[in-house]
Every structure is written in C-alpha cells, then in structure tokens.
C-alpha cells in the first residue's frame, strides 16, 4: 500500500479545516496516511506554546492518537546523510526540520504531502504540492 507522510504545514492546515487541505486528505485511506516523529515534535512544541488552547490540544492529540506516527531509524539517517550531501554539493540547502522530514518520507517510501516547495530541491522524491490559497 502506498504511504503518504504530512508535512507540518499540511497538518497545521487539516488542524484549521482548510478546505482543500481536508477535502484532500479525506481522499486518502487513513491507514496509509502517516507522519513523521518530527512533525510530531513540531506539533508537540506548538502546544507547549499555546498551553491554554484546550480544543488545539484535543484536537492534535486525536491527529496523533488516529495517524501512524513514524519513528526514525538508521535507514533514515543514512538517507538524511545522503539528502544533505547532494544539497550541499550543488550549492542548495533546506531548513534543518524539512531536511528530516524529507529524509524521513523518502527512508519509508513514503510521498510527502506539503505546500512547501523548497522540496523541489530533493532529488529522486515523491512528493505531491497543494495549492494552498
């Protein structure tokens, strides 16, 4: 089955009911819908900023209770390695986070679902744009 990880931005969108945002991800069987552990600590660390939104916190912990949440392994670091090496080697760069985001998604042949298109740079990546507007 195919796997689709969300980026960050994609959930921070699902968790404010954008329209195209849900009306996508309803379109993908939740089973093969998953994130990353480091979308789990961005999310994780909006809440501790936000300490007394109790419906964020109800509603991200449902997000996370219902996803598969993805651990990291050495098969993603090593594709982390090779990720940044390439970057590094043409001159491009990625922010830290996305860099292991997208390490993460190509480790587990998983497509990553973003609005973000610094990805673009990654070689050899599934990856699917929502235009967000």
Same mark, same amino acid.
């Given at each position: 089955?195919?796997?689709?990880?969300?980026?960050?931005?994609? @959930?921070?969108?699902?968790i404010?009911?954008?329209?195209?945002?849900?009306?996508?991800?309803?379109?993908?069987?939740?089973?093969?819908?998953?994130?990353s %552990?480091?979308?789990?600590?961005?999310?994780l660390?909006?809440?501790?900023?936000?300490?007394?939104?109790?419906? *964020?916190?109800?509603?991200?912990k449902?997000? *996370?209770?219902?996803?598969?949440?993805?651990?990291?392994?050495?098969?993603?670091?090593?594709?982390y390695?090779?990720?940044?090496?390439? *970057?590094?080697?043409?001159?491009?760069?990625?922010?830290?986070l996305?860099?292991?985001?997208?390490?993460?998604?190509?480790s587990?042949?998983? %497509?990553?679902?973003?609005n973000?298109?610094?990805?673009?740079?990654?070689?050899?990546?599934? @990856?699917?744009? *929502?235009?967000?507007?």
């Amino acid at each position: 089955m195919k796997k689709y990880m969300l980026d960050t931005n994609i @959930v921070s969108y699902l968790i404010r009911k954008h329209p195209v945002v849900a009306q996508y991800i309803a379109t993908l069987p939740i089973r093969a819908t998953c994130l990353s %552990v480091i979308t789990e600590a961005e999310l994780l660390l909006g809440l501790a900023k936000r300490p007394g939104a109790k419906s *964020l916190h109800i509603v991200v912990k449902e997000l *996370l209770r219902c996803v598969d949440v993805l651990p990291w392994k050495t098969s993603t670091a090593e594709c982390y390695a090779d990720i940044r090496a390439s *970057l590094s080697n043409r001159g491009k760069t990625l922010s830290a986070l996305d860099l292991l985001i997208a390490a993460h998604a190509k480790s587990v042949n998983a %497509v990553l679902i973003t609005n973000d298109n610094a990805f673009k740079q990654v070689d050899e990546f599934k @990856v699917e744009y *929502l235009s967000i507007e």
